[in-house]
């Protein structure tokens, strides 16, 4: 199983261009939520998806039917065409100017073949498909979406975005992402109308909180700062029916059906803390983004698009963590994300007021995980059918050396795995490996367990 890193080739790019909705919208003033405006949300976040030539399409330019759909897609999506401001508390608001999302059309002399049989991040000449504009990367007062599409030598094309993530979180950005698939695709409007009301996710008045949010405790600074980056290893992992199957004999009997990403992130959580070896007095903390689109009653409008992740917080000992069986991770993991809960979320919010949208504290000895393979990605359709791969463009979080993304992936057999970017110090990553290795070892015969070792890939950051 390979991708191609060191694939190189020529990217001809037009000059970028402002892509305004296809009639006039509102020019209002539209608040975010302060459950939108965290700190730690105030980035772009890049999304990438690749697209095999269809004969059915023969005759059609990708880049002029997406460049209409998105014109289109602006008149019911039209926050995304204005600019944020920022006002008294550093509230963030959306200024709905209409001018424009930002739109690249380009070209590159390569096939989709060539990308080679593991479509996954990191992916070679990113910088290329998804060219960063000069002063459009800012926060405030810039294009709050950027498009990339480059048509191949095959017929196939990239779809490259990159979002402000104040605005949208995954499931957002594929409803907005699919919106424009189906306007492409000759729809009058998308099936799913957007819903603003960020007020649903905004402070109390009078603002207080009501939960334990141990994600913004004060982390002293002698529990480690971050890894030094020029020592860093990134490999991605592989995991498949046999994998998950055997992390599940390691649980006891009545934990066994549970879901997959509380299972893995207690096991990764668990290894990557014996690789990094911290003090065993010391307290390790992993972050799970947890999509609470259905912890509201009543539940929150179909075609909400704004964020609503939270992170889950699970707290051990080094000592506990590591020298306890996995079932004792697994529950920390579980009962982290049942904590979110409808007034933990209100809040979180009242929190962000109060204490003026802190950052989460980062350091060694967390670790963040988010799983997007659930987003839906890769099956929006803009006329090509789905993508060959839907998902994040980079391959590991802001912070790499404490983040993970989880990443749907589907091999060669046709079956699902799922991918999990690690980055490491090299001789921890060395650890890592070992640790998951026993841990993935089985003791049965199972005949699942057909896929002998630890599959990975070792890619450059």
Not at 85 to 92: N, P, Q, S, W, Y
Not at 233 to 256: D, K, T
Not at 376 to 405: E, H, L, M, N, R
Request: hydrophobic residues 40%.
């Amino acid at each position: 199983m390979a991708s191609n890193h060191a694939l190189t080739f020529k990217v001809t790019r037009q000059s970028p261009e402002l892509i305004p909705p296809a009639k006039p919208t509102p020019h209002e003033l539209k608040p975010l939520s302060d459950i939108d405006d965290q700190e730690s949300l105030r980035f772009q976040v890049p999304a990438i998806q690749f697209y095999r030539k269809n004969p059915a399409m023969d005759g059609k330019d990708p880049v002029m039917v997406i460049r209409d759909a998105v014109a289109r897609a602006l008149v019911f999506y039209y926050p995304l065409a204005g600019r944020l401001r920022e006002v008294a508390g550093r509230k963030l608001v959306v200024d709905c100017t209409g001018e424009g999302v930002l739109f690249i059309e380009a070209d590159a002399d390569v096939t989709l073949q060539q990308f080679g049989d593991a479509l996954l991040p990191p992916f070679p000449c990113l910088e290329e498909l998804l060219y960063d504009v000069p002063g459009s990367g800012g926060v405030v007062n810039c294009p709050l979406l950027l498009i990339q599409v480059t048509r191949l030598k095959c017929g196939g094309f990239i779809f490259a975005t990159r979002l402000n993530h104040t605005m949208s979180d995954a499931v957002g950005l594929v409803q907005i992402l699919s919106a424009v698939g189906e306007l492409a695709c000759g729809a009058k409007i998308p099936s799913v109308q957007p819903v603003w009301r960020r007020d649903l996710l905004s402070a109390r008045d009078p603002p207080h909180i009501s939960c334990t949010h141990c994600e913004y405790d004060d982390v002293p600074a002698a529990d480690g700062t971050l890894f030094p980056p020029d020592d860093m290893v990134y490999r991605s992992f592989f995991f498949g029916a046999a994998e998950i199957s055997a992390l599940r004999q390691r649980l006891p009997p009545h934990l066994r059906h549970c879901s997959t990403f509380e299972l893995l992130t207690a096991c990764l959580w668990r290894c990557r803390t014996i690789a990094i070896s911290p003090d065993p007095t010391k307290e390790v903390r992993i972050l799970c983004a947890v999509n609470s689109r259905n912890r509201f009653n009543p539940p929150l409008p179909t075609g909400y698009y704004g964020n609503v992740l939270v992170l889950g917080v699970a707290i051990a000992t080094v000592e506990n963590l590591t020298k306890n069986p996995l079932a004792y991770a697994f529950e920390l993991v579980r009962k982290a994300k049942a904590s979110i809960t409808e007034e933990y979320m209100k809040s979180l919010a009242d929190l962000m007021v109060i204490r003026g949208r802190p950052h989460f504290p980062l350091v060694q000895t967390h670790y963040l995980v988010n799983d997007v393979r659930h987003a839906g990605f890769g099956d929006v359709d803009y006329g090509w059918g789905k993508a060959v791969y839907g998902g994040p463009a980079i391959s590991v979080g802001a912070i790499p050396s404490v983040t993970s993304v989880y990443i749907p992936f589907k091999n060669k057999n046709g079956e699902n795995e799922i991918v999990v970017p690690v980055c490491l110090p090299a001789n921890a990553m060395e650890v890592f490996v070992k640790e998951l290795g026993m841990m993935l070892k089985r003791d049965d015969d199972d005949p699942k367990a057909a896929r002998k070792g630890l599959v990975f890939i070792t890619s450059p950051l």
